[in-house]
């Protein structure tokens, strides 16, 4: 099989790569358990100074990894700049925290001593999609690694340079030889890697279709799995908010890289009282939108990835209207090269359309109007994902009460759902499960192990037997 990256922007193939033979794939696999064993036992000093290189590498080539990310996908360069500093972040962010996250817990017990200690589990596999081509794959690693693990990539088919480029950055930082690798071959491939003795872990994110087989796999060969998959985000507005802020912070919400993010807004659900100004608002935000070449720094909207996701996503539309949904802005495919579609705005939804039932992966918005607030909470838990939300309002403490009550891994009130390296990240429902970032991220990947030191200091609750 050969891998082409293809730009979104002229349908022209930039590059084709060959599939990693049987032979490179087991040498792979040979480096990143040798690297692992060494790596484990490697200073949390070390480990930090070389991840600090790694994030001065990418902000020293931040250029030329964006342009990369943009011509692979699309995506506006403006926002592939923005990436790359986000991965840095990352990386100074572990490189400064590791310690405080992993550092041995003491725990009294029985014993004369005890705690808890955090160890590695070994060499991860990573299953990444094309979206945030650097981002999803530094997001896993940084921690994975910081933690002592090694780390093995499987990305996206359609992003194989910037793939190649990631273990660049590694190698380039001064990393052990192993220590990431990444692998150009199909997702047929996956499994017999998943099942190989030398792989300890796997995280995937993508769609819940894809995270089901992960799981599947990973399940019969009894190996942690953490999935991040689909999300049909709510974005609550009650008759309270500031519209006009909801609305500026809507647009982004929804049409950032061109909308294909897990955690893009994707359904807008409004009291129905301010439904219609709210909507006018939104639809005058994104009309001002300047689609274009994303190579443009002036671009905030590009095309979306593939020719055939542009299909499904005027499939979805089609079949929404046909089902009565009205087309407020948009609705079409701009006519110049490339998978340009134009933002859109579907108002009139019911909870059975396609753009409410489903993941729309593009820059398609739907607005569903709602009773009151209470509506509003049961229409977004209507859903099959459970990613993120956003809830405006003026009202903190009330906003407090109904975050309790939306079925998402995250909640922002009067904001934009984003992930952030100090916060947790992941979801519920068919969004997955597990967490990445954070301090409870990068103990995804290690072994909670108890250490106890006797002899016992007291009697034990419970006399204490084999198990």
Known sequence: ???QSINPATEEVEATLDEHSPEEVEQALADVWQAFEGWRKTSLGERSRLMQAAARHLRANK?????LMTAEMGKPIKQSEAEVEKCAWNCDFYAEHTGTFLGDRDTPSSATQSYVAFDPLGPVLAVMPWNFPFWQVFRFAVPAIMAGNSAVLKHASNVPRSALAIEEVFREAGFPDGIFRTLLIPSGKVAPIIEDDRIRAVTLTGSDFAGSKVAEV???????NVLE??????FIVLADADLEAAATTAVNARYQNAGQSCI????????????????GLF?????????GDPAEHETELGPVARGDLLDDLEDQVKRSIGEGADIVAGGHRIERKGYFYAPTVVSNVSRTMPVFAEET???VAAVVRARDAEDAVALANESQYGLGSALWTRDIERGRSLARDIESGSVFINGMVASDPRLPFGGVKRSG???ELGEFGIREFVNIKTVWIGPAREQATTPPTAE
């Not at 998959?229 to 709510?234: A, E, Q």
């Not at 893009?264 to 909507?279: L, S």
């Not at 639809?283 to 689609?291: K, S, T």
Request: no cysteine.
């Open 1 to 3: 099989m050969a891998f």
């Open 63 to 67: 250029e030329r990894y964006a342009g």
């Open 218 to 224: 990973s399940g019969r060969a009894l190996k942690k």
């Open 229 to 234: 998959l689909g999300g049909s985000d709510p």
């Open 264 to 279: 893009a807004a994707k359904r807008f659900i409004v009291e129905d009282g301010v439904a219609d100004e709210f909507t």
């Open 283 to 291: 639809v005058e935000a994104a009309q001002r939108l300047r689609l």
């Open 361 to 363: 992966f593009g820059p």
């Open 433 to 435: 499960y597990g967490r």
